[in-house]
């Protein structure tokens, strides 16, 4: 009540801190901090045993609470002494009352952080058990009863914390503003605590909902960005707990909204061929494209599709970046290069640009896709894009080999460009990309005005199917001789009797690739 009206919390010396940490960080300076200001230090088990070996006189949690750890230390805390010296409100009297009648003195600071509960499972091989036994019961619950009570009791859960609860105390006590910003702190520490554990369980059980009622996200801030994706935007770049951000910068400029969004983008292309691939993205669409035996051809390929739009693109390689490679972009001004690693030579040659994002690449789990939309969220799986076992030839020309295998570096680089869309390709090289029209006609000749290279011989994927004729003829007349589509068209028979009255084969996919 009394911070409702807007009235100070009285600012109390402190007297007794509970110290229990499974990181050790900084433990040990904040403890003798504490000893010199005269405050009795309670700890447990571990944390116990490294304070005194460090010379900081500690009681043990259960000697002052008069209840023994018990069943392997599961239950070290959970006592009605522990939990009523954290959560009873000083400046009620009949707390205060009881507080006398039960013998139970203030605690007013909470140094707690979590069981390793993450780290735990970032292992593939852990077993469930283990994982279980890392779930912290004790230290949540103490964090959210100092949290709770925080105008009274101070809870700090991140080593960070530390500095400025030493220079707050030195400066002449805690402030009000620091001990909500702490209590805050707790709270989104414990949410996305249970957060990570729920998904994990998740994970391990036997049925599982693709869409549960309730959504969670267990993130982590890895950067402030200088902006989003205009200067008046802020930004900020978040990973999940439960695996590395999927990329490591070597070198370059930090990297910006519209950098991470692109290098995302260029990556999803080229880790979705097996075979060596390079993509060039320009606003997260693929403005080049290619495959070959060796790295250096497939890029090659791609900037060679479009080199006008590859100025200052992103570029992607799914192998190992060589010196050959390095050599065909020592030249060219783009933002960022991503690949799986870079050879001594490559940054060597690209380190002398030092604007130059070089960035390397893991394979981050992405098990759900989400953006915002309508006030709420939108929430998918991952588009996959699924090998040719279900094509059906529908024209009375069959594709030959040579055909197929464009139709299907085709079909996989039409799934990442944005819709409407229409992709020109050639056996392991993008001819023109068509992206992001309003009708699939537009597409089709924007594909086509974007094509450097010649069309004749070309092959075209769609990402959904052909409504009306118009667009298919347009595409044949430059000279396109194979298409993939989806199918499903009210007017399929029409798309498929115009391909053969223009000689053409056509494969149906059966699947839609739409991208918003």
């Known amino acids: 009540m009394a911070e409702a009206s807007g009235e100070q919390p009285v600012n109390r010396p402190l007297r007794r801190a509970i110290l ?4 050790k960080t900084g433990i040990i300076d904040l403890g003798r901090f504490l000893a010199r200001h005269d405050v009795e230090i309670l700890s447990t088990g571990g944390t116990a045993r490294h304070l005194a070996d460090a010379g900081i006189p500690v009681t043990s949690i259960a000697k ?15 006592t009605p002494r522990v939990f ?5 409100d000083r400046d009620n009297p009949d707390h205060a009352e009881e507080s006398r009648i039960h013998e139970i003195p203030d605690i007013d600071l909470v140094v707690v952080n979590l069981y390793p509960f993450e780290s735990t499972v970032a292992s593939p091989d852990v077993s469930l058990d283990d994982a279980v036994e890392q779930i912290d019961v004790g230290g949540p619950s103490m964090l959210r009863a100092a949290a709770k009570n925080h105008r009274h009791v101070l809870p700090l859960c991140d080593p960070s914390q530390y500095s400025r609860f030493m220079a707050e105390m030195e400066s002449g006590g805690i402030t009000e503003e620091f001990r909500r910003e702490a209590a805050i702190a707790v709270f989104r520490k414990t949410a996305a605590y249970d957060a990570l554990i729920a998904e994990f369980l998740t994970s391990r059980a036997k049925e599982v909902p693709v869409f549960p009622d309730s959504f969670y996200l267990p993130l982590r801030k890895v950067q402030d960005l200088r902006y989003g994706e205009n200067p008046q935007q802020s930004a900020a770049f978040y990973s999940r707990t439960t695996s590395s951000r999927g990329f490591e910068q070597l070198h370059g400029k930090e990297l910006s909204y519209n950098n991470i969004a692109d290098l ?3 990556w999803r292309v080229a880790s979705d061929f097996d075979a060596p691939a390079c993509a060039v993205i320009k606003h997260t669409n693929p403005c080049g494209a290619g495959t070959g035996r060796a790295i250096a051809e497939a890029l090659r390929l791609a900037i060679e599709a479009d080199p006008v739009s590859a100025f200052g693109g992103v570029i992607a390689c799914n192998r190992e970046l060589d010196g050959a490679s390095a050599e065909l972009l020592e030249s060219m001004f783009l933002e960022v290069i991503i690949a799986p690693s870079f050879s001594h030579d490559a940054l060597e040659l690209l380190g002398k640009k030092k604007n130059l994002r070089l960035v390397t690449s893991g394979q981050p789990s992405v098990p759900m896709e989400v953006r915002t939309a309508a006030g709420g969220f939108l929430v998918q799986t991952p588009d996959r894009v699924a090998g040719r076992g279900n094509w ?3 024209t009375k020309r069959a594709p030959t080999e040579d055909e197929l295998d464009a139709l299907g570096f085709a079909w996989t680089l039409c799934a990442h460009v944005k819709s409407n869309a229409i992709v020109l390709t050639r056996t392991n090289q993008s001819v023109g990309i068509g992206a992001g029209q309003m009708s699939r006609v537009d597409a089709a000749k924007l594909a086509i005005s974007k094509s450097i290279l010649p069309t004749a011989g070309t092959v075209c994927a769609s990402d959904a199917f052909f409504p009306f004729r118009d667009g298919l003829d347009i595409v044949i007349d430059a000279g396109v001789v194979a298409v993939a589509q989806p199918g499903g068209s009210v007017r399929d028979e029409e798309v498929i009797a115009a391909a053969d009255e223009r000689g053409i084969s056509m494969v149906f996919t059966g699947e839609r690739h739409f991208r918003h």
Do not use: C, H, M, Q
Request: glycine share 14%; charged share 20%.
């Open 64 to 78: 002052w609470s008069g209840a023994p750890e018990v069943f392997g230390g599961r239950v070290k805390t959970l």
């Open 20 to 23: 229990s940490v499974s990181d």
């Open 84 to 88: 009523g010296a954290i959560l009873y």
């Open 392 to 394: 059906k030839v529908v």
């Open 264 to 266: 995302d983008a260029a």
